[in-house]
């Protein structure tokens, strides 16, 4: 069984309810943990966001509410509550959150 943070299996849940906003600060919850991948929900407070860095695999990323300038390979992108957007594996990536937003990354690592 995947390791799942707190007891969130078998219901119906609302993702932006899962994860708080916290004044000056990213706060993440891990919602399932295993080999083949991730899937986190991020909440960042206004400006606040991730330096560029890049990651091995594919990370599949849909806002939840509010909006964020995703930025790959030094292109920036505004990303909106209801969009999704894919970062590219080994691709520079930076985020920062325009306004505050959620948003949920999937990342497959198979």
């Known amino acids: 069984m995947a390791e799942v ?9 609302e993702l932006k ?4 906003y916290q004044e000056g600060s990213v ?5 399932i943990d295993r080999g083949i991948g991730t ?3 991020f909440s960042f407070d206004k400006g606040q966001g991730l ?3 890049t990651a091995p695999f594919d990370a599949f990323v849909q ?7 995703i930025t790959i390979s030094g292109e920036a992108r505004t990303v ?6 894919i970062m590219p ?3 520079p990536h930076s985020l920062k959150a325009v306004e505050r937003f959620k948003m949920l990354l999937v990342m497959i690592r198979a």
């Open 89 to 91: 594996a080994d691709k």
């Open 17 to 20: 309810n899962l994860v708080a």
């Open 80 to 85: 909106r509550a209801g969009e999704i957007i």
């Open 39 to 41: 899937i986190t929900l």
């Open 5 to 13: 943070q707190g007891n969130i299996l078998g219901q119906a849940l």
């Open 27 to 31: 706060v993440s919850k891990t919602l």
């Open 51 to 53: 330096s560029e860095h």
């Open 63 to 69: 806002v939840v509410e509010g909006e964020a300038e």
